[in-house]
């Protein structure tokens, strides 16, 4: 109906193919409108499988009710030096909206001071590098309207709680 969620998956050149699919399958079969939105049109995960995404990266991301990012290493570093992707981020952070993050991508979050006082997972050997919130070992942490989870085995947990958000 006309209040249907719609959910924004970021792929950004090396992405976590695995993960990103596995969210995007889980959240269309829910019935929930869930677009690939990407650093380009065509964006070669860390496994070189290449996605046709829906569309490229522009502020109409601040029309979505919630943003997930996936992990693979690549592809959060392509996030975190991306600027206009950042300051996305903060706008739907302040609008309370979803922001999802699993594996290595909370250190996006970090970069844009997402993670200040917020309780946070990620993947095993990330709450070294991270400085910023309080890490936690859980497979999913829910803080408020931020959403972390740890890796490719607890993506499916990971999918069906942001169903469960949604």
Known sequence: ?????????IIAPGFEEGEALTIVDI?????????????????????EIVLRCDSVLNESLLDYDMVVLPGGYGGVEAMKENTQFLSLLQSMNKDHKYICAMCAAPAALEKANLLINKKFTAYQGYENKIKQGTFLQDKV?????LVTSRGPATCYAFAYKLLDLL
């Not at 942490?141 to 309207?145: H, K, L, T």
């Open 1 to 9: 109906g006309m209040n249907m969620k719609k959910v924004a998956v």
């Open 27 to 47: 959240l269309r079969r829910g019935q929930i409108q869930c677009d690939t939105i990407g650093f380009e049109k065509e964006v070669q995960g860390g496994h």
């Open 141 to 145: 942490v829910i803080d408020g309207n």
